[in-house]
């Protein structure tokens, strides 16, 4: 969760309970289609978040696919003893 949101939310539980209604009534207004029920409780977190997140085929944006599953703890090692030589950790 972002730091702004993690403020949003904790200034959300100052305001009186009527424009914390108000407000939880205008998100409900703008969830997509087939998820405006109040009382439909999504399955799991996976379904809950499914209309806002995605997957994509590298290959469309990079010639042959970005394989970024690749070797990911090598480029992980890779990248922090980079930073650790810039003096960035």
Same mark, same amino acid.
């Given at each position: ?6 403020? /949003?939310? @904790? ?5 009186? #309970? &009527? ?12 969830? #997509?289609?087939?998820?405006? !029920?109040? !009382?439909?409780?999504? @399955?799991?977190? /996976?379904? /809950? ?8 085929? !590298? !290959? &469309? ?16 090692? &890779?990248?922090? /003893? ?8």
């Amino acid at each position: 969760m972002t730091q702004l949101l993690k403020r /949003a939310i @904790e200034r959300l539980h100052d305001l009186p #309970p &009527e424009e914390q209604d108000r407000i939880g009534q205008r998100l409900l207004d703008e969830l #997509p289609a087939g998820n405006t !029920s109040a !009382s439909a409780e999504p @399955e799991t977190l /996976a379904d /809950a978040l499914a209309p806002y997140i995605g997957t994509f085929d !590298s !290959s &469309e944006h990079v010639p042959g696919g970005a394989r970024m599953s690749e070797d990911t703890g090598r480029k992980f090692a &890779e990248g922090m /003893a980079e930073k650790r030589k810039q003096g960035r950790l």
